[in-house]
């Protein structure tokens, strides 16, 4: 469905996310973006979704913290997980290589989350062999949500890191947070690495 008067924009392979000015993001994203007033339902390049405000995710966060205590970080790491692995097929148009998720995918998609305001993503170190990856997180709008902590509180963000390794490394890996901003820091840390054997 097309919007009367709106140009037909599409990001394609070719688009470097990184470097589209914001009104030309803003126009990209309207674009992929099909509110259908009448059903309730907002999709997004042809998926389902929503508009939530991180402080909404954080609440959530919050009272699993209150009711479950530290078995509260696992369900959002799993539930990140999860998320991530379902969330690749509405991105796969924009991905350079269409057999397999590689690194220039994976930085394609940090682009795309960028833009859906999860914060810029870079990718600092890669090593496929030790299925290593470090990433760097500037803006995350959970960390930015929680406010003051002593802990990393990005549970959701390191599962949903790991999924995407698990895709882009085809094995099982384990991310964790080392740094976030929530502490002060910077920025947040993510250090992905292959789950140890038994």
Excluded at 2 to 30: F, H, M, N, Y
Excluded at 78 to 98: T, V
């Amino acid at each position: 469905m097309q919007i009367p008067g709106r140009k037909a924009l599409k990001i394609d392979a070719t688009t470097d996310l990184s470097k589209v000015p914001p009104t030309q993001a803003r126009e990209l994203l309207a674009a992929s973006l099909v509110p259908d007033p009448t059903s309730g339902v907002l999709r997004l390049s042809d998926e389902p979704c929503v508009i939530v405000r991180p402080e909404a995710i954080v609440n959530i966060q919050k009272q699993l913290e209150q009711t479950i205590g530290g078995s509260s970080k696992g369900v959002l790491y799993l539930s990140g997980e999860r998320s991530s692995r379902a969330g690749i097929s509405p991105l796969e148009p924009i991905l350079r290589s269409s057999a397999r998720l590689t690194i220039d995918g994976a930085k394609r998609i940090a682009d795309a989350s960028a833009l859906l305001g999860w914060g810029r993503a870079e990718i600092t170190s890669f090593d496929p062999v030790r299925a290593r990856l470090l990433l760097s997180l500037t803006n995350s709008p959970l960390a930015l949500a929680y406010g003051p902590a002593k802990k990393p509180v990005c549970h959701f963000l390191a599962g949903w890191i790991a999924g995407l390794g698990q895709i882009l490394l085809e094995r099982e890996v384990l991310c964790e947070e080392t740094a976030c901003a929530a502490q002060g820091r910077e920025r947040c840390e993510f250090e992905l690495r292959s789950m140890p054997t038994a």
